[in-house]
């Protein structure tokens, strides 16, 4: 696999009331051609600014202090381009050198497109939903009239809307929120995007309409090539998509590896943490893992590991020091002093044996079935 | 199993809306008991009702037909002052959105006490309780002079947890009450919840959309579908052995933390016009002790025996 798109020492930062808010704090990361890669954190850990940045949708009063993204998947239409953040040998475009909008259409859609959180929002009431899928294809791929007509009924046919031909003349409120979040993936697909970003796609839907877009969006990854980023806080869909998972507390990816080895084998901290919380692995009338305290406030320097004031068992060095990347496997690493081999070893909660044994029966289950 | 008191009990509960053509019953016949010291949970997905039966039990909502009774007492329809007020004493709700939830424009010590206020109590004893209700949620005493602004979602949270705590109450309803905060935070309340109805002795009614938090909290689950409720049972045994084929298709939705299981996982999908109810009328029958599921014959000897089976 080869790379797609490349994040190198991204600051972000934001003004509010004349105080900077040091929203990304020098974040690395690689996005393969063709992966599913899911992001985790808390609301205000950055993965909705981190991703807003490969699009050109950051607010007003935002704006990258230092780094670079590098987008890889121009191919040969990088011959013909001429505009902002070109590397001099051709390779890539820098994302975080674009200055005007204009540069910004030839990356926002066609190449990169995003899913919005909430499909009751999303959409406009005014115009059909065909209306709505065909206008992508005309500004994005040039087709007009009939050709524009059939493909959008394949598209939606796609999506898995059944009848295609009545719901292109439907407008949004006369569809469940299921259906109106598959019209705004078949917008995305209309595009014909390298990258799908979709942030908190399912979190506005029914558990049951969750499992189903899940499985949609698998589907289509399949069919159209896509490299899907996903942005949740809910470990359980992230289980279900991904491949790959990184995850972000306080502007910085903390911890990212393959999806089995942050499930079965964690080792910063605070996916520790994040992963006892759920409630599936709770006793019933026992307590219930909690992460006590809130996230830093960013307004300030943070020194150190960013999670240390919060980990009962965080060491002397996390409050002087902010640990480096410790590489695990290939294609695991982690941000934390515990892995150094001046460290104590520490054991991780209890209820993530639970995790790894559910793993470990669930395999041995599955290669049983075969034999 | 001992005798246990009720607390509440609804039996054949309509909660209609509308008029002719635009008649909606958003609730059908529903029934249950909710004992004293559980935590009962209802799940079902947006629009099933299940928010309409916790507003119809607090009176936000007027009942269409049936009855609720409360320690034995019919709470629907027209009651007296005093009884409505000993009524707001006893039962209170918890609200799913902290943020919207909260006046924006009161300080913290007013939204607290605000249903204590114009009862006849003096002012010190509405402070001295509203100070007691803070501390049982966790927060400091000199939060009492800000505004709901300045608060993170789950102190938020808390906040309205104090709020419906400083009345003494016996029975609180609680709609939704973590899936609007971060995960992190969602431990936090649901330990507080617990803990509140050790040191208390409070009943919940728990109303949740997602059975992962319902298996962690709830003694007891009913799953409702459109308004009606399809199966009610002890959490162990209907994660055990669901019977209703709605139930299932929910169970086999819910992520589990495990990608292994996930990836190889085969979504069951509840398809209503399985059942042939126009010719075969179902009925709310006792499958096991405390089991209790909406079948008709056919589907009740078939449930009967697969139960036997696992068994």
């Known amino acids: 696999m080869s790379k797609i798109l490349s994040v190198r020492n991204l600051h972000v930062c934001f003004t509010l009331r004349g105080r900077e808010l040091h929203a990304l704090r020098g974040v690395d990361l690689d996005v393969e051609d063709g992966e599913s890669l899911a992001i985790v954190g808390e609301s205000g850990s950055g993965k909705s600014v981190l991703n807003k940045n490969f699009i050109g949708l950051l607010d007003q009063n935002g704006r990258v202090t230092d780094g670079e993204i590098r987008y890889y998947g121009m191919g040969d239409k990088l011959r013909h381009y001429q505009g902002a953040g070109m590397d001099e040998n051709g390779n890539y475009i820098d994302l975080a050198a674009f200055k005007k909008n204009e540069d910004w259409l030839r990356i926002r859609g066609s190449e990169i497109c995003m899913i919005p959180q909430d499909p009751m929002t999303s959409l406009n009431p005014l115009k059909s939903i065909g209306w709505q899928i065909s206008e992508a294809l005309m500004l994005h791929r040039g087709m007009k009239g009939k050709m524009a007509y059939e493909e959008t009924i394949r598209i939606l046919e796609d999506v898995r809307i059944d009848d295609p031909r009545r719901r292109f003349r439907q407008y949004p409120h006369e569809l469940s929120g299921g259906m109106r979040q598959r019209v705004v993936i078949a917008i995305a697909i209309a595009c014909n995007p390298r990258i799908l970003i979709c942030d908190e796609p399912t979190t506005a839907l029914d558990v049951t309409i969750q499992a189903q877009v899940l499985h949609l969006l698998r589907e289509l990854k399949e069919k159209y090539r896509l490299t899907i980023i996903f942005i949740t806080h809910d470990l359980g869909v992230v289980a279900n998509i991904a491949d790959r998972v990184a995850v972000m507390y306080a502007g910085d990816i903390i911890e990212i590896g393959l999806v089995e080895e942050i499930f079965y084998d964690p080792r910063h901290p605070y996916t520790w943490a994040l992963l006892s919380s759920l409630p599936q692995l709770g006793h019933r009338g026992e307590e219930l893992y909690a992460i006590q305290g809130t996230p830093p406030n960013l307004f300030q320097q943070v020194t150190g590991d960013a999670f240390a004031p919060r980990n009962p068992q965080a060491l002397v060095i996390d409050s002087l020091q902010a640990p480096p990347y410790f590489e695990i496997s290939p294609t695991h690493r982690a941000k934390t002093w515990l892995l150094d081999e001046r460290a104590p070893s520490l054991t991780p909660p209890e209820a993530l044996r639970k995790v790894r044994d559910l793993g470990k029966a669930t395999k041995g289950g599955a290669e049983d079935g075969r034999a | ?311």
């Not at chain 2, 916790?54 to 009855?67: D, F, H, L, N, T």
Request: hydrophobic residues 40%.
């Open chain 2, 1 to 311: 199993m001992e005798e246990r008191e009720v607390i509440l009990s609804v039996r054949g509960l309509y909660v209609r809306f509308g008029h002719g053509r635009n008649r909606f019953e958003a609730v059908k016949n529903a029934s249950f008991d909710i004992y004293r010291g559980e935590t009962f949970g209802i799940v079902g997905e947006s629009g099933s009702g299940k928010t309409t039966i916790g507003r119809a039990i607090i009176r936000v909502y007027p009942a269409s037909a049936g009855s609720i009774r409360f320690h034995g007492e019919e709470i629907t329809g027209r009651l007296p002052k005093e009884k409505r007020r000993a009524l707001t004493n006893q039962i209170q709700m918890i609200f799913q959105d902290p943020m919207a939830s909260l006046n924006e424009r009161a300080k913290i010590d007013y939204i607290v006490s605000e249903g204590l206020q114009g009862r006849g109590i003096p002012p010190e004893e509405i402070r001295e309780r509203v100070g007691r209700a803070m501390r049982d949620v966790g927060l400091l005493p000199e939060f009492a002079s800000r505004f709901p602004h300045e608060f993170s979602g789950g102190q938020r949270q808390r906040i309205g947890i104090a709020r419906a705590l400083v009345m003494n109450p016996e029975f609180i309803i609680a709609d939704e009450p973590i899936s609007a905060l971060d995960v992190s935070i969602r431990a936090q309340v649901l330990n507080l919840m617990s803990q509140l109805q050790k040191e208390h002795g409070l009943t919940y009614l728990f109303i949740s959309h997602d059975l992962s938090v319902m298996r962690f909290i709830c003694d007891r689950i009913a799953v409702i579908h459109k308004g009606t409720i399809v199966e009610m049972a002890e959490t162990e045994a209907l994660f055990a052995h669901p019977l209703h084929p709605y139930t299932r298709a929910l169970l086999s939705a819910i992520p589990q933390p495990n990608p292994e299981a996930e990836k190889h996982k085969t979504l069951e999908v509840y398809d209503p016009t399985q059942h042939h109810y126009e010719i075969n009328v179902p009925g709310w029958n006792e499958v096991e002790k405390g089991h209790w599921l909406r079948a008709n014959q056919e589907e009740l000897e078939k449930a009967l025996a697969a139960l036997h089976e696992t068994k």
